[in-house]
């Protein structure tokens, strides 16, 4: 069976293969352990991880030094968040993010709730951005952290980063971003945005699973407490021996995106509208969730009017894309995410994410665009709610029994 | 989350897609579901002076197996008279369409989609 048109960049991407031609040498020949200070194997290896961490910085224009190497985003949300909430607990409680965060920032608020700590979780407009004031007037004098995405997982918006570094800085409150789907995308900095801890996934930018890194600001000084004790590496936050292979790797594919990014940028642009193009000229009643301008290019998450999502999916099984549609889970509720933008249940119940990268071709685009449009077709036609539509009838006119 | 064959047999080629005049006093038509919840069936049946379903339509919003359960009750309830066309149960569309569990309200849904069709064309006729 020939494989599917991979359209889920924002779930993960491939590892791109001169990020693994990097990686290589040191699952073998230069097998060394970074910590090891007596010989040239542990030399070797450390320089390797010390020239990632080098590259890894400088794509977010931070000091080496302030950048440890993690797990992944998940690790580095949970070591940031948990992090500066324990080390500042004797002064401060209360952190401030937004409801469509990550389940790992907002799993690790909850956690945090139960052991004392105040969160306030800030609603986002309909865009799926939030409001600047709603910030500032959250903020309190026991305020520790503020923690707000740079770009969402589901929806490709970009949130008012330098803004929101700039209230925090000017309050001395930490501000933390979940960078996962915003590095080697967007240009990030992290002085000029003012940020003070910064989260960041290998896979989501073509390099390998099971590495990501955390910036941790050192002028003005941000303490954390680690979430594991060890052998001090990484400055005693985040022990254990390093993967140099994961940490090349990571450096690699940063080193990449910092060199492509204006091009593929304006290249994934062009792809992006000339998708959202072909849909809304081919189909009615599609509506966009969230901001177009402030926006990913790699990103558009759609709402096709009357036809179920994950019923959509199996008619485009080619196509690998997501939807925010969670029928598929255990739960039935459709996306937390599209929720929060105000987006009704029936409307979140017929959306797809569909995420466009490194590896996407136009060929590609005009065949998913091509196939969407006739599955929608064929399922509207199948549709009690598309039928009503078409007579007049609206929906919400109607007693629904609730199952 | 792979389908059984019999799922995508009817996701891709389903039965008795359609609409029946819900004016008719022999069509019964019967709505289920919600659109917050992500699945609607409806379910109209024609019923002759004898009592028997001679002709079926349905049109559902949902996933794959809820479109395969409607599709499916469509084919079995025609040509049965409309008492036993109201014995099937749920179980045994899931059965047949191998649902797994988190799919078996796709099933309970076309059960309550037949009763009401049903439902609606009785009050019909004892309106009439």
Redesign the interface.
Known sequence: MERPIYLDYQATTPCDPRVLQAMLPYFTAEFGNPHSRNHAYGWRAEEAVEAARMKVASLINADPKALIFTSGATESNNLAIKGVAHFYQEKKDHIITCATEHKCVLNSCRQLEQEGFKITYLPVDSNGLIDLNHLKEAITEKTVLVSIMAVNNEIGVIQPLAEIGKICRERGIFFHTDAAQAVGKIPMDVEAMNIDLLSISAHKLYGPKGVGALYVRRKPRVRIQSLINGGGQERGMRPGTLSPPLCVGLGEACAIASAEMPSEYARLKVLRDRFYHAIKTGLEEVYLNGDLEQRIPGNLNLSFAHVEGEGLMMGIKDLAVSSGSACTSASLEPSYVLRALGVEEEMAHTSLRLGFGRFTTEEEIDLAAQKIIKEVNRLREMSPLWEMNREGIDIKSIKWAAH | ?A?STEVIDH?EN?RN?G?LDSKDDFVGTG????????????LQIKVNAQGVIEDAKF??????S??ASSSLVTEWIKGKTVEEASTIKNTTIAHHLALPP?KI?CS??AEDAIRAAIQDFKGKQKAA
Request: aromatic content about 10%; proline content about 7%; charged content about 10%.
């Open positions: 989350m389908y996701y389903p897609v609409t709505l289920v579901g919600a659109p917050a919840c992500g699945d609607v069936m409806k049109k559902t919003f949902g996933c794959g809820a479109i988190v309200h309970m849904l």
